[in-house]
């Protein structure tokens, strides 16, 4: 099982961006999506515990930042789990480009 965590720092700003909606994802044999959880980044731009009290197992996911304001809508980033006990996955969000990466 795997913890998903992220945070959003606004660059434009140079601050968190506190009250995104984000929501993690698991994709099925199908091709499908699954919801497996989801919060709002507190006032530090922080969520944790994504994925539930069962984690994320491995394969294919993806965290989707509701980040309707700016000129993106949302944004969606797909990653591979493959077992790590946890996974931080920041988005660094201007108004017009983004970033994302693997912390630790």
Not at 31 to 46: K, P
Not at 83 to 99: A, C, K, N, R, V
């Amino acid at each position: 099982m795997t913890d998903v965590t992220t945070h959003v720092l606004d660059t434009a700003s140079g601050r968190p961006a506190a009250g995104i909606e984000v929501s993690l994802h698991a994709r099925r044999a199908d091709g499908q999506w699954t919801r497996l959880g989801g919060g709002r980044t507190d006032a530090d731009g922080r969520t944790a515990g994504l994925a539930g009290s069962n984690g994320a197992q491995p394969g294919v996911h993806r965290l989707v930042f509701a980040t309707r304001g700016v000129f993106f809508d949302e944004v969606a980033v797909a990653f591979t789990v493959a077992g790590e006990p946890h996974l931080h996955i920041p988005l660094l969000l201007s108004p017009y480009g983004y970033t994302v990466y693997r912390g630790s």
